[in-house]
Structure formats: structure tokens, C-alpha cells
């Protein structure tokens, strides 16, 4: 297979930054370069010029959907930055509300999604929220969403669930599935998944009063980045908790914030 070239890499960058906003600078062109070469030499192609022509393409076959999948997946797991779960529970308790909804607007293979659902059910038993709370996961990646709504999970991903809580909402695989677990039913039934494009306009699918917006922001340029945090905040009502991802710091927007803790915001009430 010959190498990625600067010329190719930077069409392939344009092409993605131009259809759904990812931003990769010029050091990312070996991550680039190994995440698709895999793909390349299972259709057989020998140059990644031929692959762009492919993903650009008209009739590209769902290929652009693909190489979107491999460019964006990363590293996911249970009770990812816990002391956002920790803040939450706290602030839940505080409120104690009747009713609930939670946005996961990048969720990815659905960790995060199912990791609030847990929080969320152990509160309902315990009386401190009410029973109707619901959680939406969205992601630009089909392939992480189909997968997501399996909610079959490998047990290192759940390493930061605790014992109690893995025998609660968890079937353990045995045979075949040996080192594998699957949400319960009474988990997966409030929690739902759906495809979305967080750098295009965003149909009214709140308002939400918790939204996880976290570990994504790292693949748009600054003026993006900005762009996106209004954009989802629009469905967040006001009082309501943003967290992003503690690396990802405070991003500029126009929405007024309130800082509660590292990567954690509350929406000012205008």
C-alpha cells in the first residue's frame, strides 16, 4: 500500500471538516493513516487517493459513513471521570426531581448512557428522584449505535461498576458470551439511541436538564467547538448541567455558564 501523502491527507481532512466538522490538524496524519489502512486493504484498494475518490463520491456506497466510524471512535468505559457522576448525584439529591431527562450527545457505544442510567435507577429506589426520567443517546457514527442498542459489553469496560451494581442491572455471559455483560432489560427500556450531527442544526429533541457533551469537542477547531457547545445548549434548560470532558476545559460560547466543578456547568437562566 503506498503512504499517505500531505496532499491526500489534507483533502481527506477538508472532506470531513466541510461534511460534519471534524478538524484533524497536520500531526494527526499518522492517526489518520492507520485508522483507514486497515479498512483500504480489505476492499482491496492500494492507494488512499483511490479511497478518497471513493468516500467523496457520489455513489460511495456508505464508505463515508465508514471511514466516519473509524476516524471518530475512541477509547469508552463505565463511569468514565466519576466525580461528574458523583456532582450529579448530589445535585439530583438536592433537587429531587419528579421527572427527568438526560441527553448523551456523544455517546458513543453507550457507556456513558447506561453509566447514568444506573445512577439514575439507584436514586429512583432510594426515593430520591422520581420514576419518570428517561436518557437519549446520540452519536454521527451508525455503526457505535447499533451496538449501543445491544448494550452487550465486554467486563473490562465495566471495571468502575461496583459489585452491587453489576449484579442489579447486569447479565453476566456464560459459554460463548464468557467475559461479556448485557444491560437489563429494566435499564435498556430508559435508555434510547438515535443517529445525529452535532455540527448541523439540531431539531427541537429536548429540553434536557442534564447533558453530557464530553470527549468530543477534541475533533473541531475552536471556532466549531464554540458552535457546537451553543448548539446543544439550546436543548438544555436553564439551571441545567452541561459537563464536557475535564481535559477539554472551558469552551468559548455565547451561552452564559456557571461553573460548578472541572468540566461541569450550569446554564444560566436568562
Known sequence: ?????????????????????????????????????????????????????LIAGDDDQGEFQVAVDLLTTNETYFFREPAHYELLEQELARRRPASLRVWSAA???????????????????????GDDWSILGTDISDRVLRSASQAIYPQERLRNVSPERLKRYCWRGEGEADGLSQMQPKLRERVRFGQLNLCVPIENIGP????????VLIYFDPPTKAEVVDRVLTQLRPDGILFLGTAEGRVPCRTPLKVLAPGAFRKVAG
Not at 447506561?114 to 429506589?125: N, V
Not at 434536557?208 to 470527549?215: G, H, T
Open 1 to 53: 500500500m503506498t503512504a499517505l501523502h500531505d496532499k491526500t491527507f489534507r483533502a481527506i481532512a477538508e472532506l470531513m471538516h466541510s461534511s460534519i466538522g471534524l478538524s484533524f490538524a497536520a500531526h494527526k496524519k499518522p492517526l489518520v493513516a492507520s485508522r483507514l489502512a486497515p479498512r483500504l486493504q480489505r476492499l482491496g484498494i492500494d492507494g488512499y487517493e483511490d479511497y478518497l475518490a
Open 107 to 129: 455517546s458513543s457505544f453507550g457507556d456513558e448512557a447506561y453509566s447514568t442510567a444506573m445512577l439514575l435507577a439507584d436514586l429512583q429506589t432510594q426515593g430520591r428522584i
Open 208 to 215: 434536557f436538564d442534564v447533558v453530557f457533551l464530553r470527549n
